[in-house]
C-alpha cells in the first residue's frame, strides 16, 4: 500500500524553540518534497530532495532546513521557530521522472 | 518562469450543474498538466493529469483536455455532488527537474 506519512500531525511550539517534522515513504521515490500551505496561496514549496543528502532550494527556503539520510525518510527542520511559520505542512514524494507526487497528511504547525 | 493561474478564488454552485474550473499556464517547457483535489483537513490527491494535445483525459466524472495552443487545462464535471465540495488545485510540471508549480487553488462549494 502506497503511502506517505507524517509525524507529528499536530504540533504547538513557543517562539525560538526549534520543530522537527518527520516524513517517511514506502515506495522508494528518489524524490521528496516540503511544502507549506497557507490559506489563499495554495502550496509552496520549501525543499526538494533528489535523493540522499541532495537537496536543493524551493520557493521560500528561508528559516528552514532539511535533512535526507535515508531514501525513505525526509525531516524538515525549523531553527528558533517564528510566529509567521504557523502553517499547515505538506511532504510529498514522486519518481524524479514521474507522474505525480503523492502527499502525506500533513502537520499542522503553530507557534505561539 | 514556470507559472500557473487559477482565476477563481470560490466557486458556489447548485447539485447537478455543470462546473468548469479555468487553469492557464505559461512554460517554455513541454508541459505537463495535473489537476489535484484537497478535501478538508485531507491531503492533496492527484484528481487527473494530462495526455497528449487536445486530448480528452477523464477521471470520477472529473474531465480535463489540454489545449497548447491557448495554454489551457479547465476542468470539468457535467453535473456537480455535494462530495465535490473541495480545494481544487491545477498544477504544471515544467522546465525544473521533478517540480510542480501549484496554482493558488479554487474552492468548489457544492450546495443542496
Known amino acids: 500500500d502506497m503511502k506517505v506519512t507524517q509525524m507529528p500531525r499536530y504540533l504547538i511550539k513557543r517562539m525560538g524553540e526549534n520543530v522537527l517534522l518527520e516524513c517517511g515513504q514506502d515506495m522508494s521515490h528518489e524524490t521528496m518534497y516540503w511544502y507549506r500551505q497557507d490559506p489563499g496561496l495554495g502550496l509552496q514549496l520549501i525543499y526538494i530532495?533528489?535523493?540522499?543528502?541532495?537537496?536543493s532550494e524551493g520557493d521560500i527556503p528561508k528559516g528552514y532546513r532539511v535533512s535526507r539520510k535515508k531514501r525513505e525518510h525526509f525531516s524538515l527542520i525549523l531553527d528558533s521557530a517564528k510566529t509567521n511559520q504557523t502553517s499547515v505542512y505538506f511532504c510529498a514524494s514522486s519518481l524524479l521522472q514521474g507522474v505525480g507526487q503523492y502527499f502525506g497528511p500533513g502537520t499542522r504547525l503553530t507557534v505561539l | 518562469g514556470d507559472s500557473v493561474t487559477q482565476t477563481e478564488g470560490l466557486v458556489t454552485l447548485t447539485k447537478g450543474l455543470p462546473v468548469m474550473l479555468n487553469c492557464t499556464y505559461q512554460?517554455?517547457?513541454?508541459?505537463?498538466l495535473f489537476w489535484y483535489v484537497q478535501h478538508l483537513n485531507e491531503a492533496p490527491k492527484l484528481l487527473l493529469k494530462s495526455s497528449t494535445d487536445n486530448k480528452r483525459t477523464e477521471h470520477q466524472g472529473f474531465y480535463a483536455t489540454l489545449h497548447k495552443s491557448s495554454s489551457s487545462f479547465h476542468l470539468q464535471k457535467s453535473s456537480v455532488q455535494l462530495s465535490d465540495s473541495a480545494l481544487y488545485f491545477c498544477a504544471l510540471r515544467g522546465s525544473a527537474l521533478g517540480r510542480l508549480h501549484f496554482g493558488a487553488g479554487t474552492q468548489l462549494i457544492v450546495i443542496p
Open positions: 530532495s533528489y535523493d540522499v543528502d541532495s537537496n
Open positions: 512554460t517554455t517547457y513541454s508541459p505537463f
